[in-house]
T-cell receptor, first 112, second 114 residues
Framework: DQQVKQNSPSLSVQEGRISILNCDYT??????FLWYKKYPAEGPTFLIS?????DKNEDGRFTVFLNKSAKHLSLHIVPSQPGDSAVYFC???????????FGTGTRLKVLA | GAGVSQSPRYKVAKRGQDVALRCDPI?????LFWYQQALGQGPEFLTY????????KSGLPSDRFFAERPEGSVSTLKIQRTQQEDSAVYLC????????????FGNGTRLTVT
């Protein structure tokens, strides 16, 4: 059973508009979440994180929102740029360990 | 170098051969992880080291997989008697400390078993 789920395998957005990538988790004990971006033939690159004591964390064009009651987090990119085209993974540490569980990823395509 | 370095970038092995994949973490990073990523999937945990101690190897798919980090820095993932299902990208990541700390990944080794 997947503990971290990204139900949208792909997303296309026009340049300049907002991209919203979603992630659901099943374990209410998770208390720290991360988003990674991955370009082809490269390793995942850390983008932004959020602790469960917050419901929002912002870094430039990237904002992550956490809804603990819904066990849902989302990554907003605004404005979207063609260079944001990549696969985005959300991740959370498995309960009681330091092992990060990753979702299956969402491929974002920003159209110029 | 500033980042996590993995070698080789690409490895082609005949079924039954042994392979060794190397990871050079960021200097000073205590934690080191190995992940396996199949096409179209997210990275899946294999094993975790804190310094030289292998604290968790629950993700290793079989006893053909072995990892070590003898001096708490460079790590090697060894796969014996490779099988076609071992074909994947093997990612190494390090972090400054255990706990709520981002993982920094290398570019991976793409293993193809023919």
């Amino acid at each position: 059973d997947q503990q971290v789920k990204q139900n949208s395998p792909s997303l296309s957005v026009q340049e300049g508009r907002i991209s919203i990538l979603n992630c659901d988790y099943t374990n209410s004990m998770f208390d720290y979440f991360l988003w990674y971006k991955k370009y082809p033939a490269e390793g995942p690159t850390f983008l932004i994180s959020i602790s469960s004591i917050k419901d929002k964390n912002e870094d430039g064009r990237f904002t992550v929102f956490l809804n603990k009651s819904a066990k849902h987090l989302s990554l907003h990119i605004v404005p979207s740029q063609p260079g944001d085209s990549a696969v985005y993974f959300c991740a959370a540490p498995s309960t009681g360990t330091y092992i990060y569980i990753f979702g299956t990823g969402t491929r974002l395509k920003v159209l110029a | 170098g500033a980042g996590v370095s993995q070698s080789p970038r690409y490895k082609v092995a005949k079924r039954g051969q042994d392979v060794a994949l190397r990871c050079d973490p960021i200097s000073g990073h205590v934690s080191l992880f190995w992940y396996q990523q199949a096409l179209g999937q997210g990275p899946e945990f294999l094993t975790y080291f804190q310094n030289e101690a292998q604290l968790d190897k629950s993700g290793l798919p079989s006893d053909r997989f072995f990892a070590e980090r003898p001096e708490g820095s460079v790590s090697t993932l060894k796969i014996q008697r490779t099988q076609q299902e071992d074909s994947a990208v093997y990612l190494c990541a390090s972090s400054l400390q255990a706990g709520n700390s981002p993982l920094h990944f290398g570019n991976g080794t793409r293993l193809t078993v023919t």
